[in-house]
């Protein structure tokens, strides 16, 4: 009884195998959505809508952008957690989504198990720009300022626990300054009031800021990787900067729900690192101050892990509380 229970569930496997790579083979025969957790117009939403119009070309099908906002991201990304494990629906990740787990420890799905990451796409470092009217040229210079008058300087955010307000507090900790955080519903909010002078600095994505900076509505004092970056080689990395611990970076990845097949995974991998590393993609993505990654789905899932260790880290350190 046991070897035909055996040869049962060998054949078995052997049959889910084999329908499994076959599913994969004729993937994709409809339309691919893509969920974005955010509004049309930020960076996460570009880099999904440059990819995925890159990708439905390889792939043969149409992507559909479907921007699910509110609940800093919790609607979106619920949405895929209980999407079909097909590989019809995904899910643009970023910094944010690492940092939900430690702010939110009671999220109606596991941030780690809910989903399988097909890619990091590309990568940017933040910047921290100050409103020029202040009497400050460089970061040595702000951080002077800031001791000078402790709890007097402050800086944004586009709201609480997102990455302007990680990246905030971990300036904070790696210049070992006092700064007041002040709050907005979202980063256009933010950076109007800064460049009206009524906050005095904000960490953001670099892609965020690029344009402003390049008008001269805003400073920028350092971006926060360990070289200069090519679109700004007058300003200092952190490494330079003598702020190690201010190296980090935005990034934007590709999952979808937990269960979908590993060749469809791979498959997208493939489409995925196919389109954005062609000459046409790589140009795009450098307009948008961005670089490519495209890394394995193992190394994806690493990075993520890393990264939600990581900001938990600082959520706890920072004492940061969910709205």
């Known amino acids: 009884m046991n070897i035909v229970r055996i040869l049962s569930a060998a054949a078995a496997a052997v049959t889910f195998a084999a329908t499994t790579n076959a599913f994969a083979q004729s993937f994709p025969v409809r339309p691919i959505t893509i969920v974005v957790p955010y509004a049309v117009g930020g960076t996460t939403d570009i880099v999904a809508r440059l990819a995925t119009n890159q990708v439905a070309n390889g792939l043969g099908q149409p992507f559909v952008v479907d921007n699910k906002v509110g609940g800093g991201g919790l609607i979106g990304w619920g949405a895929v957690a209980r999407a079909a494990p097909d590989g019809y629906t995904l899910l643009t990740t970023e910094m944010s989504f690492t940092i939900a787990p430690g702010l939110l420890p009671k999220m109606p799905f596991d941030a780690q198990k809910g989903f399988t990451h ?3 796409a590309a990568s940017a470092p933040h910047v921290l720009v100050v409103n020029p009217g202040l009497p400050v040229k460089t970061v ?3 951080i002077g300022l800031a001791k000078a008058k402790p709890g007097t300087m402050n800086y944004g955010s586009g709201g609480n626990g997102t990455n302007t307000h990680l990246g905030g507090e971990l300036f904070k900790s790696a210049a070992g300054i006092d700064l007041t955080h002040i709050p907005y519903k979202g980063a256009g ?3 109007t009031d800064l460049m009206a002078g009524q906050v005095q600095a904000l960490v953001t994505s670099l892609p965020t800021a690029l344009p402003h900076i390049k ?4 400073r920028a004092l350092v971006v926060t990787s360990e070289a200069r970056s090519p ?3 007058d300003v200092p990395s952190a490494k330079e900067a003598s702020l190690p611990r201010f190296v980090m970076d935005f990034w934007v990845g590709f999952a979808a729900p937990a269960g979908t097949p590993q060749p469809v995974i791979d498959k997208l991998n493939q489409a995925f690192s196919s389109a954005l590393n062609s000459e046409d993609g790589k140009r795009r993505l ?3 101050g961005l670089t490519p990654v495209l890394n394995t789905p193992a190394q994806a899932s690493l990075l993520a892990a890393s990264e939600m260790k990581r900001w938990a880290a600082v959520v706890k350190s920072a004492n940061i509380k969910s709205e």
């Not at 008008?215 to 805003?218: A, D, E, N, T």
Request: net charge negative.
């Open 118 to 120: 097909i890619i990091t």
């Open 215 to 218: 008008s001269g509505k805003l």
């Open 140 to 142: 040595q210079d702000f």
């Open 189 to 191: 909010a933010v950076l």
């Open 286 to 288: 450098a307009e948008q």
């Open 231 to 233: 679109l700004l080689p």
